[in-house]
């Protein structure tokens, strides 16, 4: 769930990306502060049973919010629904994180099945890592390649599946109830070092000039006694490591949420397979599952070669390799930069002309610094920098003299740029009763919030035409377009027949984040010939 949950938030609730990633961490923040919760609740009152019990329902419960709260028919509040949803799950999945393993850890008796306890645990830390790749590759999938209620996505089921899952493992464990080892509640450790370390502040705060000692905590030992306040010292000196796990995991976490948000800038493509956004987590478990052995039987042998064997040392290595991935994510992020497609600055204007016709225009117009430019052939022309202050209207007259135009009289065509700062605009040239056409539309070449690429349709056709786009590898997938509407059009990802009613004529590749103008010109009766005019892509 957690592989689309940040796309979710900007493509279907409409957060920007900076609010998406407020929320996605605040969510995985949530995760990691319950299992303490979940830990007190299993060691001092329901036990490990009950807790996982009970919370792996407030878990599905919190799941199917999600689902629901995603379907368009039903109308539900969707941002509400999500985010008790998100609460639910937070709730829920932290409360089991600490009990599960401990759970199974229960289920054999020691010293005698020591060697298949540590069997255990390897399984299911190896079980864990799988599920993860297995749902980190699958439910990018049934987000984006699954279409549902007439949208390109359906994150409905990309949520609705693991849903179904808890349901299932829920009564897979209550069936198995009969064969566990169910230990009765004994009291929390956590519970036991706060109270033991207040009653030492208590006592110390009184006893401190009367009855000094040599640590502060030994003013416990008398209600506690020597071993547990030993041990909560060793504690209280391991926790000083603990010191830079919280910058570690506040980047290690971005993988869902800005390098989630970085994927959609990218198009994807690894040879012939193109790599979802939120697929990028695929790698973490994916590489963990690979290392496990590699590590046992290379990479820790030549560590120690080099004289790095303490797990502190490792853990300081680990950590400067995170590090070295963020400043590569870093470079990434610049190179990504230089790909942003270019916008209007304040005092800028954007025009750019689309011609329909069979025949090169040249322009004149007393537009600052662009006097005369030349339209070619169902092509076009754009000029990004053009300085304006208010709102301005410019004049020009454009001419041709190629004969295919002279035969149809339309050699000349003369009228007013309106251009306004920050703002971009275009014309579209066309054929209408025998006469130039030309038509203006506000247009951007800014990229999907979404990361879909965009298309738009500039027909010059002699009469109505049913005009359409369908996903070669997806045939179900169709998207129609109305004539004399120039709106741009969100899509998905792909390569697409052009179809002019049931009868192909071309095909366009639309990348991640493109933005794209589809010039098509009706040469003779249901003769067609279709240009794409990138106006930004990857």
Not at 22 to 34: A, G, N, P
Not at 71 to 76: E, R, S, T, Y
Not at 234 to 263: C, E, H, M, N
């Amino acid at each position: 769930m957690r592989a689309v949950l940040a796309l979710y938030l900007t493509q279907k609730l409409a957060y920007s990306t900076d609010t998406a990633t407020v929320i996605y961490h605040v969510f995985k923040s949530l995760m990691y502060f319950f299992p303490m919760i979940g830990a007190i609740l299993a060691d001092s009152w329901l036990g490990k049973y009950k807790t996982i019990l009970y919370l792996s329902m407030v878990y599905c419960a919190g799941s199917t919010l999600i689902a629901l709260g995603a379907i368009p028919p039903l109308n539900l509040p969707t941002t509400y629904m999500t985010v008790l949803g998100l609460l639910f799950i937070a709730i829920g999945g932290g409360g089991i994180k600490p009990c599960v393993s401990a759970f199974g850890g229960d289920q054999f008796k020691l010293p005698e099945q020591a060697a298949q306890l540590a069997k255990f645990f390897s399984l299911f830390y190896f079980a864990i890592n799988a599920g993860a790749l297995i749902s980190s590759t699958l439910t990018p999938i049934l987000r984006q390649d699954v279409h549902c209620f007439g949208d390109p996505s359906c994150f409905p089921l990309a949520f609705g599946v693991p849903a179904v899952l808890m349901i299932l493992s829920i009564v897979i464990f209550v069936c198995g109830r009969a064969m566990y080892t169910i230990r009765e509640p004994s009291g929390n450790m956590i519970v036991l070092v706060f109270k033991c370390i207040g009653n030492a502040l208590s006592v110390q705060a009184k006893e401190r000039i009367i009855s000094p000692r040599e640590h502060w905590l030994d003013y416990a030992e008398s209600k506690y006694g020597k071993g547990i306040i030993s041990d909560i010292k060793s504690l209280l000196k391991i926790l000083v490591l603990y010191i830079p796990l919280p910058v570690f995991w506040a980047l290690f976490d971005q993988q869902g949420s800005r390098w989630t948000f970085q994927a959609t800038r990218m198009d994807g493509e690894i040879g012939g397979y193109t790599i979802k956004p939120d697929q990028m987590q695929v790698i973490n478990p994916l590489l963990i599952l690979a290392f496990i052995p590699v590590f046992q039987s290379c990479i820790y042998p030549v560590l120690a070669k080099i004289g790095i064997r303490r797990p502190l040392q490792k853990l300081s290595l680990g950590g400067l390799l995170a590090g070295v991935a963020f400043v590569l994510s870093g470079f990434v992020e610049i190179a990504l930069d230089r790909t942003n497609a270019i916008l209007p600055a304040a005092h800028e204007s954007q025009l750019r002309v689309f011609n329909g016709l069979p025949c090169d225009y040249r322009f004149h117009t007393d537009v600052p610094n662009l006097a005369s430019f030349t339209v070619p052939s169902r092509g076009a022309f754009e000029s990004l920098h053009i300085d304006v202050m208010t709102n301005t209207t410019f004049q020009f007259r454009a001419e041709t003299s190629e004969i295919v135009c002279v035969r149809e009289n339309m050699t000349e065509l003369s009228g007013t740029f309106y251009l306004n700062p920050a703002g971009a605009v275009s014309y579209f040239m066309s054929r209408k009763g025998g006469k130039i056409n030309l038509v203006e539309y506000a247009d951007t070449a800014a990229k999907n919030r979404n990361g879909l690429p965009s298309i738009r349709l500039l027909a010059n056709v002699k009469t109505a035409k049913e005009i359409s786009l369908r996903h070669s590898k997806n045939g179900d997938t169709v998207y129609n377009i109305l004539l004399n509407q120039y709106d741009q059009l969100a899509v998905i990802e792909g390569e697409y027949g052009v179809f002019v009613g049931e009868r192909q004529i071309g095909t366009v590749k639309l990348s991640p984040g493109g933005v794209y103008t589809l010039l098509l010109d009706e040469v003779l009766e249901n003769e067609f010939v279709s240009i794409v005019c990138i106006v930004f892509a990857l």
